[in-house]
């Protein structure tokens, strides 16, 4: 069985959305363990992190940056980081905003940094850009 994390913040419940899609595909395979968890619980749970195979993170851009809540859970995390416990899981992440710019893209560095610095694999899509 291979446990797959979600890990997010929504402050309107817009970000929310893209995480229960995830956690529907992920359910929709066998063997897959998918959970749900925002960033208060998250930072509640640090020791259940250890166990999952992949975290994927999702926030909303606000300002051009990530949201000071998944920024809270990251700055949570650094015992983790001191200890390697997330080396080698597969990472990945989404971000929303109100345009369609939104300086989003500094926000999806920022979590490639953090996974990055944990010694997490990152894994995106593979999907090409567009316009639509």
């Known amino acids: ?14 970000t929310k959305s893209q995480p229960e899609a995830v956690d529907r595909g992920a359910d929709s395979v066998d063997g897959v363990d998918a959970e749900l968890m925002n960033t208060a619980e998250a930072i509640q749970k640090l020791d259940e992190l250890d166990n999952a195979d992949a975290i994927i993170f999702g926030t909303a851009t606000y300002m051009g940056n ?36 939104g300086d989003k893209l500094n ?8 996974a990055m610095q944990h010694g997490m694999i990152w894994v995106g899509t593979g999907m090409s850009p567009s316009a639509n």
């Open 66 to 101: 990530i949201a000071a809540e998944m920024k809270k859970f990251m700055e949570a995390s650094v015992g983790k980081w001191f200890e390697a416990a997330w080396k080698d899981k597969i990472a990945g992440a989404f971000t929303t905003s109100s345009s369609f710019s």
């Open 107 to 114: 926000t999806l560095q920022g979590l490639v940094i953090f």
């Open 1 to 14: 069985m291979s446990k797959r994390i979600v890990i997010y913040h929504s402050t309107y419940g817009h």
